[in-house]
């Protein structure tokens, strides 16, 4: 990059608007149609680790009502149910999907769950939105969208880090060719812990950095090669390392982890005109541009030299508003006015796609398995 470049990075008008931007692609919390319909009836099933998080959301959400709660645990029923004494609790999901006035569910159990309970669901025709994955399998997922699909309803996955405003950030950051041309991603996503009971981390960690990379890069891998291993739990990995072969030679690495001495949510993408460091463990600056990078000059007739450069770092202007609120009120918008959802069960099939070519791989030695997606170009 010239020295020009470096000074448009840190005054031009262009770069002022990028990092004071509003939110692509995303509807507005307080849309005028949340003013000129009912509520919609919502019900929650699952109140474990990641469910009260969500619930909140739908109750504050105007344009939600909630109406019920569901869980086994009737002592979790009984924690939530005292913070919103005018949803109705039960034990029985049937008696959600019996209900008319409920017209959506969000569904947060263990993932060996989402099929039965998406597809019931459907079936009763409610409007779905269910944490990631979708199903266990490329199978399951394509028939929930098949269903979803005939029944006119709205099926939408909790991909909640593609409605983050740092994740949107760097979304903008990429399309206005701020980095240049990717070279690679690095992202590690470790702490120790939640260990799950029907997953492994590659299943449960991994579709956050997946879902991530599809929405900003446009496409799918063309294969991954992936290797993993159990050290605490027989059967189920707490470790996986992941490579992610993109079209136009973009490659990227994942680590993912339940066994690791402190939280880490760091990526880092290294472009040819600038570098950019996400890391949402970070209380304020979860975006920073490095205007850094290495420069071929021409020496002599076909030969170049390596220049260093180091330049500014920039940490643009980021909204503060909740993921969750935002994935919610995208749900919302989806249900009234029949749009598709920014992370549909199509989407969450390709997700699927991806951590079934990886798990091939880690049962095959990290041989390199293609993925066969549903969209391949960038």
């Known amino acids: 990059m010239m020295s020009d470049d470096r000074s448009a990075l840190q005054g031009s008008d262009t770069w002022s608007a990028l990092t004071n931007a509003p939110l692509a692609s995303v509807p507005n919390p307080k849309s005028k149609t949340e003013n000129l319909k009912s509520p919609v009836g919502v019900a929650a099933i699952g109140c474990g680790y990641w469910g009260p998080n969500v619930i909140r959301n739908l109750a504050e959400l105007p344009g939600f009502r909630l109406r019920a709660i569901c869980d086994l645990s009737r002592e979790r029923l009984e924690a939530i149910g005292r913070r919103y004494p005018a949803a109705w609790a039960t034990t029985r999901y ?40 979708l199903a266990t399998s490329v199978e399951q997922g394509e028939e929930l969208c098949e269903l979803a699909s005939s029944a006119g309803r709205t099926l939408m996955v909790g991909h909640t880090f593609v409605y983050s405003p740092p994740v949107r950030k760097v979304k903008e950051l990429l399309d206005t060719d701020v980095l240049g041309q990717v070279f690679y991603i690095d992202i590690a996503r470790v702490n120790l812990g939640l260990f799950q009971k029907d997953v492994s981390v590659l299943w449960d960690l991994a579709p956050h950095d997946l879902s991530i990379l599809l929405y900003w890069l446009g496409c ?34 994942l680590h993912v982890s339940w066994l690791a001495p402190s939280k880490l949510r760091r990526t880092t993408i290294v472009g040819s005109k600038r570098m950019v ?21 021409p020496e002599s007739f076909g030969e170049f030299q390596l220049t260093y450069r180091s330049g500014d770092v920039v940490s643009p202007k980021i909204e503060n508003t909740e993921p969750l609120y935002l994935q919610c009120s995208h749900f919302l918008e989806c ?40 969209r391949r170009s960038c």
């Open 220 to 253: 799918a891998p063309l294969d991954v090669s992936a290797r993993g291993r159990s050290f605490v739990k027989d059967g189920l990995d707490d470790v996986a390392f992941l490579t992610l072969q993109f079209p136009n030679e973009v490659l990227a690495q």
């Open 94 to 133: 049937e008696e959600l999907l019996g209900d008319p006035e409920i017209e959506a569910v969000y569904v947060a159990t263990p993932v060996s769950t989402h099929y039965p309970l998406v597809r019931a669901a459907l079936r009763s025709g409610k409007h779905v939105l269910v944490e990631k994955p």
């Open 335 to 374: 249900i009234r006015t029949g749009c598709r959802p920014l992370t549909a069960g199509p989407d969450g099939v390709e997700i699927i796609r991806i951590l079934a070519a990886a798990q091939r791989s880690m049962n095959n030695g990290g041989a390199i398995e293609p993925v066969q997606p549903r």
């Open 277 to 297: 460091v996400y890391d949402d463990v970070e209380a304020v600056e979860k975006v920073k541009v490095f205007d850094r990078g290495v420069d071929r000059v």
